[in-house]
Structures are given as C-alpha cells and as structure tokens.
C-alpha cells in the first residue's frame, strides 16, 4: 500500500503540469497566427506633382491569402503606380509589403482615405492620413509664363472604316471574278461548238465522214443511217443553197433545185440532180416503208451526197464583196448578241443574289435593322463605334461613353459662386439633339449635406429653357456596380424638331449622387423610340461608378 501512495503521489505534479500544457498550447497558437498590419507614410506634405510612398506591411501565417487594395483607391489622391516588395519569412511568418506611388495635381489639403486589406476574408483597415500639397512658387522674373493651350480636336480613328472598306471591295472582287470567270471570259470551245462555227459546206463534209465511221450499218440501224444523212444534205441545203429543204418533200425540194438552175443561180447537172433524187426517195422508203437495201448501196449513197454537196457548192456564184460584208456584219452581231446575253445573266443573277440576300437579311435583322446597316445611322454608329473608358472630374466619375466627353467652360452665376469652391463639366452632343451625355462634378465650400432635389430641379429648368416641354419625371434609387447608392429620375418629354418643325419624344436620365460638400451628376438625353440609343444608355448604365471620398 505504501508504495501505490508513493507513486500515486508522484503522478500528481506530472498531471498538473500536462493540464497546465494544453490550456497554453491553443494560446500559443493563436497568438502565433494572428497577423500583423502596419502602414509607413514617408511625408505629408508635398507639392503639386511631388509622390508619396505609401508602404502596407502585413506579417502573417505563411498560409494565409493576403489581397491588397487594387485601382483608385487613394482617391482624392492618385494612384501612380503599386509595387509589391521582396516577401520575407520569418520562422513560420511571412511579411509582404506593398507600396503605392500617389500624387496630387491640385493644391489644398486632402485625406487619405482608410485602406482595406483582405487576410483570409477578414477585414483589416489603415488609417487615414492629412496631406498637404503645396503650390510650387515660381519666380515670373526668371521663368516666363505661357498660356494654357487650348483643347485640340482630335480626329476619329477611321482603322473600323477602311477595314470595312476592304471587305466590301474584296466581296466585289470575288463577286466580280466568279462573274467573269462563269459567263463574261471567253471559254474553251467544245468540238461540237467548233464544228457549228465552220462554213456549211465544210461542217456537212465533216459530218458525212462521221456517217461514214459510224455503227449504223454494223448494228442494220438503216433509219438512222438514212435519216442523218438527208439531214445532212438537207440542212447544208438550207445554209449554203438558201433553200427550204427541212419542210420540203422530195419531189418539191428537187423543183426548187430545178427552179434555182434554170435561174442561173445554181449550176448542177442533170445526172447530179436524179443521183440526188433517187438517193432521197431509198431514204423515204427505208424511213417510212422499213425498206433494207444492201450495205453496198448504204454506202454508194453516201459517197454520192458527199459529191452531190461538193458540186452543189461549186456551182454556187461566187460571193460578192457585199455578200461577204452583210455576212461579216451578221456574224459580229451574232457575237456581241451572245456578249450581250451573258451580260444580261450575269447582271441578272448578280441581282438576283442582292435581292434574296437582302430578303434574307430582312426576314432575320428587320428591315430596319438592315436599312440602317446599309445607310448607316448616328446611334448605331455610336454603339458599334470605339467605345471610351475614363475618369471625370472631381470626386471623378467613371463611366464608358461611346465617345470622349469634352470638358466644359461654365460661368458660375455670381450669386452662386460664394457657395461652389469648383464646378468641372464634361459633356457629348446636345440635349435637344439625337443623343447627349453629359457629367459635372461640384464641390462646395462648406461641407454641407448634398440638396439633391434642387440640383435635380436645376436640371429640369435647364431642358425647359432649351426647349423640352411636356417633362414627365419619376425618382428611383439607383445602385452603382461598386455599391454606391443614388438618386435616379427619368422620364421623358418633348421638343420641337428645327428640320421639320414637328414635335419628337424625348427621353432623359439624371443620375445623381453626393456626400458632404459635393454632387456629382451624370445626364443622357435621347430620342424616344430609339433602340440603338436604348441600348447605349444601359451600356452606361451598367459601367457608371462614382468615388464619394473627397
């Protein structure tokens, strides 16, 4: 028993202190990852354009995601440029360091505003810090003063233009040579095209010595054998002799023959004209009576029309000089008729092609949609334009436009000018006009709560005094992407048309935001009805920011 208590009693000591070690362990590890933040400013006082080095030190876990402010967030100060230090580790810490470049343009004293980093999704914010930046006094005796130069226009980019200018001459080239290359070049004559341009006389030699290597009389096919033959002779006939002899039977085709050699005008044998009759009534007979003569007499007959076309042809008068003009002449005109066909089909088919790709483009786009593709319309060009992305004033407003919004010379009404420290106003277009958008950013000398209501109704009177009648107003709140809330009022009115004199809708939205000692606003007017302009405003809309720390 004694020596149970003895050991019992040296376990004592060795409990307490294992108790005693796992109370302090969790201790021991939270404060081992609880991370550290600090910020370093290296001076608060500078003058115009002069930088601040602005140092965030974070110590912590070297497991732990640290995220740094990123863009504009030193506003009313700007942010040149960040640079992230050397990380360096200490046991099982790190410490990262980031540091930002900022300036200032304008005299006055300014506050930095406090700064979030993000360890592990947890907060942790800086101070704020009091700057004063100087004037930078300049000696007029020693440096000589110039003028502020003016705002240079600057012309619109026209690399979209020509690149679209390209497409359509390559689309016309392409459609030009598959015109040319299908129905305008002169093609390759096939053998049966060369063979319709020879003279009669030559084409009907040719064809009988085509008869004479055919398989006619092998396969005893003599219809066909003796239905090509008279047509051969018979259409050598028509084109050499100027003699119907298609419609002709046979007793009347030989008294035209008859007809034409007493008349002087053919000169033929007897002999060759009862060779050539016989030879069409064996034709008629295997024709219409299935008559069979023997091969031998097939091809004697054939033999026979082959001199029958080669005297008939010398015993034609020889041409006259103005025969052989009237047919130079008939065969350019045969030419340029078939020139002119092509021409016809390929202007044809090249309308053709506009009209259904023009019907197709309808059915799918909308004529309207296509119209204004074509002739081209101002809010369509400014949607599909080249769009800008930039800061306004001060608290600047960042907003997209299809266009860069030039700044605004506004004389401050005296009996305004006690209470507005500056006025900065950046506009597009014309509030009456087709399309307009339009910033201004107030700062007042006291750092009052913003009147929301009488700037809004300053606004208002402005459109009346410009023109715009009929105002019909609602109020919404309105949410910036960053989650800065507003004041939104729309509506619409109307405006007489200075072209036409007519009255045209109107619609309009001011987008009002603020905080002590300042406004900010940003105004779109357009026409009501305009799809393109519709779509522009939400595209505003949507990229509208605004930085409310002064």
């Given at each position: 028993m004694q020596t149970l208590n003895r050991n019992t009693n040296k376990s004592f000591p060795l409990l307490r202190w294992g108790i005693l070690f796992l109370l302090i362990c969790p201790l021991i590890g939270f404060a081992q990852s609880s991370p550290n933040v600090s910020v370093d400013v290296d001076t608060l006082s500078i003058k115009i354009g002069e930088q601040i080095q602005y140092a965030i030190t974070v110590e912590a876990d070297s497991l732990d995601v640290v995220h740094f402010p990123e863009g504009q967030t030193f506003s009313p100060l700007e942010t040149v440029e960040a640079i992230m230090a050397d990380t360096i580790k200490n046991n099982e810490k790190v410490i990262l360091q980031k540091i930002y470049s900022l300036t200032q343009f304008d005299s006055g004293a300014y506050t930095i505003p406090p700064q979030r980093i993000a360890i592990n999704e947890q907060p942790f914010f800086t101070d704020s810090f009091q700057v004063k930046v100087a004037d930078v006094v300049v000696d007029t005796t020693k440096q000589k003063m110039y003028d502020i130069k003016p705002l240079i226009a600057v012309e619109r980019s026209r690399a979209q233009f020509w690149l679209t200018i390209l497409y359509i001459v390559l689309g016309l080239a392409i459609i030009g040579g598959l015109v040319y290359w299908f129905f305008l070049r002169k093609k390759p004559l096939t053998e049966e095209e060369k063979e319709a341009l020879l003279p009669p006389y030559d084409r009907a030699i040719l064809e009988l010595k085509k008869l004479e290597n055919s398989r006619y009389l092998i396969q005893d096919e003599y219809k066909q054998y003796y239905s090509e033959l008279t047509n051969i002779v018979r259409m050598y006939l028509e084109e050499d002799v100027h003699v119907t002899a298609m419609e002709s039977t046979t007793s009347?085709?030989?008294?035209?023959?008859?007809?034409?050699?007493?008349?002087?005008?053919?000169?033929?044998?007897?002999?060759?004209?009862?060779?050539?009759?016989?030879?069409?009534?064996?034709?008629?007979?295997?024709?219409?009576?299935?008559?069979?003569?023997?091969?031998?007499?097939?091809?004697?007959?054939?033999?026979?029309?082959?001199?029958?076309?080669?005297?008939?042809?010398?015993?034609?008068?020889?041409?006259?000089?103005?025969?052989?003009?009237?047919?130079?002449?008939?065969?350019?005109?045969?030419?340029?008729?078939?020139?002119?066909?092509?021409?016809?089909?390929?202007?044809?088919?090249?309308?053709?092609?506009?009209?259904?790709?023009?019907?197709?483009?309808?059915?799918?786009?909308?004529?309207?949609?296509?119209?204004?593709?074509?002739?081209?319309?101002?809010?369509?060009?400014?949607?599909?334009?080249?769009?800008?992305?930039?800061?306004?004033?001060?608290?600047?407003?960042?907003?997209?436009?299809?266009?860069?919004?030039?700044?605004?010379?506004?004389?401050?009404?005296?009996?305004?000018?006690?209470?507005?420290?500056?006025?900065?106003?950046?506009?597009?277009?014309?509030?009456?006009?087709?399309?307009?958008?339009?910033?201004?950013?107030?700062?007042?000398?006291?750092?009052?709560?913003?009147?929301?209501?009488?700037?809004?109704?300053?606004?208002?009177?402005?459109?009346?005094?410009?023109?715009?009648?009929?105002?019909?107003?609602?109020?919404?709140?309105?949410?910036?992407?960053?989650?800065?809330?507003?004041?939104?009022?729309?509506?619409?009115?109307?405006?007489?048309?200075?072209?036409?004199?007519?009255?045209?809708?109107?619609?309009?939205?001011?987008?009002?935001?603020?905080?002590?000692?300042?406004?900010?606003?940003?105004?779109?007017?357009?026409?009501?009805?305009?799809?393109?302009?519709?779509?522009?405003?939400?595209?505003?809309?949507?990229?509208?920011?605004?930085?409310?720390?002064?």
């Open positions: 009347e085709l030989i008294t035209k023959l008859e007809m034409l050699r007493d008349a002087g005008e053919l000169k033929l044998e007897d002999d060759t004209l009862q060779q050539f009759q016989k030879i069409l009534q064996t034709a008629d007979l295997v024709k219409f009576a299935k008559s069979k003569p023997a091969t031998s007499v097939a091809e004697q007959d054939r033999l026979l029309v082959e001199q029958i076309v080669t005297q008939t042809h010398d015993g034609l008068p020889e041409p006259t000089e103005e025969d052989l003009l009237l047919n130079e002449e008939y065969l350019e005109e045969l030419a340029r008729q078939k020139q002119r066909k092509r021409i016809y089909l390929a202007a044809a088919i090249f309308a053709g092609l506009i009209v259904i790709g023009s019907g197709i483009s309808v059915a799918y786009f909308g004529f309207k949609q296509v119209k204004d593709t074509v002739f081209g319309y101002p809010t369509k060009d400014l949607l599909e334009g080249e769009w800008v992305a930039s800061s306004y004033g001060f608290p600047p407003i960042e907003v997209e436009t299809p266009d860069v919004l030039v700044r605004q010379e506004v004389e401050i009404p005296a009996e305004t000018k006690e209470l507005i420290k500056e006025l900065q106003t950046f506009s597009y277009g014309s509030y009456v006009g087709i399309f307009s958008v339009s910033t201004s950013s107030v700062t007042y000398k006291e750092q009052n709560e913003p009147n929301f209501e009488a700037v809004i109704g300053a606004t208002l009177t402005n459109f009346e005094q410009l023109g715009l009648k009929n105002i019909i107003t609602k109020q919404e709140e309105f949410v910036t992407q960053s989650g800065v809330k507003g004041m939104k009022t729309f509506g619409t009115g109307s405006f007489e048309n200075p072209a036409s004199g007519d009255d045209k809708k109107a619609k309009y939205n001011i987008l009002t935001f603020g905080g002590k000692g300042f406004i900010q606003q940003l105004v779109i007017t357009w026409e009501d009805g305009d799809e393109y302009a519709e779509q522009i405003v939400d595209r505003i809309l949507g990229s509208l920011d605004v930085k409310t720390q002064v």
